[in-house]
């Protein structure tokens, strides 16, 4: 008989695959459906589009990932085996992290004006450059994580922690993925995000100086909202994965489930954002 903790365990992970697949999948399908309007729209859902898919392939990646961890078999795994798996999961990850700093940068083109002619001319080259941007950060992402190919991953002996375990690398490596895959997009989106929010305080003082409603302010709110939330989602994920990978065999079996469970909901939370982000999104759901 199936012991009462795996079963939770499958149940966890059911519920977070399912629900990961059907949102991303809607924003997928919403967004096909309306290709024409996507393609007009200056950049922003073309983004969410490719986020939305991207986040569904990194469901499958990160139940598998689940699994693997419950199990207990990535201790069986041998390392030409694991290598590939954790290349393939890294990339998704900085990947998702670049989508986050486009999508903010879009929609602080939209929001703030600009006076300044380089900011301008960014703003102007921006919507036709933005395929450009999403295919080259898709291939820095895989160039960054090759060295996981090639990685000597240490397991430790008899199901045991061990100081010894973990994933050995060359520290350049660890840097140059660090700062490229996760600290650029990060510090791009925070000044994105400083800059939407600076223009939303000069539009508040100019509704209260003026007298006017301040429902003109709901889709400034709501793209600020959406860039605030995604980064802090992102950067908590890309802490936990980054404290799986280093300290897999230390954290201890609780931390190490609490971890993958959020690991497992990340692409839920990310869909549902750009949901509640997006009011065409949501006219079509609720």
């Known amino acids: 008989m199936m012991s009462p903790s795996w079963v939770f365990i499958l ?49 499958v990646m990160v139940t598998f990932g689940g699994i693997l961890f419950y199990s207990q078999l990535f201790l069986l795994l041998p390392n030409a085996a694991l290598a590939p798996f954790l290349f393939v999961f890294q990339c998704f990850i900085d990947l998702c992290c670049w989508k986050t700093s486009w999508l903010s940068v879009c929609y602080c083109l939209k929001l703030v004006n600009f006076s300044h002619q380089i900011l301008l001319w960014i703003k102007s080259r921006f919507p036709s450059a933005l395929t450009s941007l999403l295919l080259g950060s898709t291939l820095g992402s895989v160039l960054i994580n090759l060295p996981f190919l090639w990685a000597t991953i240490h397991m430790p002996l008899n199901n045991s922690s061990s100081s010894s375990a973990g994933i050995g690398m060359d520290l350049s490596f660890k840097v140059v993925k660090v700062t490229l895959g996760t ?66 065999f230390s954290i201890g079996l609780i931390l190490g489930s609490l971890s993958w469970i959020f690991i497992m909901l990340y692409p839920s939370l990310q869909a549902l954002i750009l949901i509640t982000g997006s009011l065409k999104l949501m006219k079509h759901l609720f």
């Open 183 to 248: 600290s650029v997009p990060f510090l791009l989106s925070l000044f994105c995000i400083l800059l939407s929010v600076r223009s939303l305080l000069r539009h508040v003082w100019r509704i209260q100086k003026n007298g006017s409603k301040y429902s003109q302010l709901a889709g400034h709110v709501r793209a600020v909202r959406t860039m605030v939330l995604r980064l802090v989602l992102d950067l908590t994920f890309c802490i936990v994965v980054m404290g799986i990978l280093l300290f897999s």
């Open 11 to 59: 149940v966890v992970v059911a519920i977070t695959f399912i629900s990961g697949i059907f949102w991303n999948v809607t924003v997928v399908t919403f967004y096909i459906n309306n290709w024409g309007q996507t393609l007009r729209s200056g950049g922003c859902d073309k983004i969410v589009l490719a986020t939305a898919a991207a986040t569904a392939l990194l469901q």
